[in-house]
């Protein structure tokens, strides 16, 4: 009897026969174009010692000025052979050839020639590292960047690569927060902070990233600072103000905020006397919360009933209605709206074309989201610095843009120097 078998060939190991998938897309057009980026390079190297020592490859003597044989340009030196070199480009990784040579210097001595094409210990080309940080702000962690960016580079990419690539961004990291904002024609600012996991002493930790946007005489929004604090206490966030008016922000004519008591004793110590608005959906969350489920959608029915009022007037008409109305069915929440006071109507000092813009810090709140999004695949990020950095990254790559606040066409407007009477 013939015995059939369907286990396969032992000579053969199971790791040679597997076959994954774009591993047999061979394409002629790749191929073809990263020979010719080869020699584009090699070429490129050799016309560039050429021109240092004003000779081609094989010629004995440097060339002349005008046929004038004194009048020799370039460097003195001499050719000694090629070393090996690997790079990493948009077009994969090939190994070129470099030229080296021995330059004479004034002194009588010889100094080695260095390209300035190819860098020393250079292994990578800008667009490659720009290209491998995109991925990762893209949303891929380390670990997975070499499978996404697998075809283009050739498996050469790994996560220690792109540890490499990030650190480098710290340089211009430095720099941002380094910068000057005397030139910022900044006229509001819009503070809050949100919770990430970080890896501090090898253990995960919650640490708070405190933010700040300022928003341009122009409208634009613009991320001024981002800083990894402990928490929000009114020394975490007095170090961020200290900071920007240190480096010379202009006194802003408007403040957005979440509520957070550490932050307003910060803000009461530094800029006591400008107008600040407390977000309105912070307090509206703050609100439910007071009360059972079953009373949420009457709560909020209420509530915006008064906050997206038409006029000053009817907003402080709707406002004493709530009190009298919840401070009879539910007390908590009427007490809850009056321990924000007029901060959360600081609005209507300003014209109602910038109400939607000026209710909330939903600037910041959509930033937060989006950067949660990006990282959630990290669950825990390494560092304090590496959340911040992070964070920047995503708006200065241009992952995320901030577009104008709404009503920025009446800016130069001043608030009204006296909020309407909206006690209850």
């Known amino acids: 009897m013939t015995n059939v078998t369907t286990k396969p060939d032992s000579s053969q190991p199971e790791t040679e026969t597997a076959v994954h998938l774009f591993d047999n897309w061979f394409d002629p057009i790749e191929t073809g174009l990263r020979d010719r980026a080869r020699e584009f390079l090699q070429a490129m190297l050799e016309g560039e010692l050429d021109l240092v020592l004003a000779r081609s490859h094989y010629a004995r003597r440097a060339k002349a000025l005008s046929g ?14 090629h070393r090996s070199r690997s790079l990493l480009g948009s077009f994969g990784q090939v190994e070129v050839e470099v030229p080296r040579a021995r330059l004479n210097t004034p002194d009588g001595k010889t100094t080695e020639w260095k390209s300035q094409a190819l ?4 292994r990578r ?52 927060n380094a910068r000057s904002l005397a030139e910022e024609p900044i006229v509001r600012l819009i503070l809050d902070g949100t919770v990430v996991r970080v890896r501090l002493d090898r253990k995960a930790t919650s640490i708070s990233l405190l933010v700040v946007i300022g928003v341009r005489a122009d409208g634009q929004k613009v991320l001024l600072a981002i800083k990894s ?15 920007l008016v240190k480096r010379g922000l202009r006194r802003p004519e408007f ?19 400008i107008p600040v608005q407390r977000c309105t959906v912070h307090k509206h969350r703050n609100l439910l919360a007071h009360a059972p489920e079953r009373l949420h959608d009457e709560i909020a029915a209420d509530y915006n009933d008064m906050i997206y009022a038409a ?17 009879l069915k539910h007390r908590a929440v009427a007490d809850s709206l009056e321990e924000a006071g007029d901060r959360l109507f600081t609005f209507t000092r300003l014209p109602p074309s910038q109400w939607r813009s000026a209710r ?24 304090a610095e590496t959340a911040a950095m992070l964070f920047w990254a995503l708006l200065a790559s241009g992952q995320i843009n901030m577009r104008k606040v709404d009503g920025w066409q009446t800016l130069a407007t001043k608030p009204i120097d006296q909020p309407i009477d909206l006690a209850a």
């Open 68 to 81: 004038d044989a004194e009048g020799v340009v370039g460097a003195t030196g001499h050719r000694h052979g």
């Open 119 to 122: 860098r020393a210990y250079q």
């Open 125 to 176: 080309t800008l667009t490659a590292d720009a290209l491998i940080a995109s991925t990762y702000l893209a949303g891929t962690n380390t670990r997975r960047v070499r499978r996404a960016l697998g075809a283009v580079f050739g498996g050469a990419v790994g996560k220690d690569t792109v540890s490499r690539v990030w650190r480098k961004v710290k340089s211009d990291w430095d720099a941002w």
């Open 229 to 243: 604090m402990g928490g929000e206490s009114t020394e975490a966030w007095r170090t961020v103000l200290d900071d």
């Open 255 to 273: 403040l957005i905020v979440d509520g957070a008591s550490g932050l307003d004793m910060a803000i009461a110590a530094v800029w006591g006397d």
């Open 311 to 327: 006029t000053r007037e009817e907003i402080a008409v709707r406002r004493k209605a709530f009190i009298r109305k919840w401070r």
């Open 360 to 383: 909330t810090t939903n600037a910041i709140e959509r930033l937060h989201e989006e950067f949660k999004r990006r990282i959630k695949t990290q669950t825990v990020l390494p560092s």
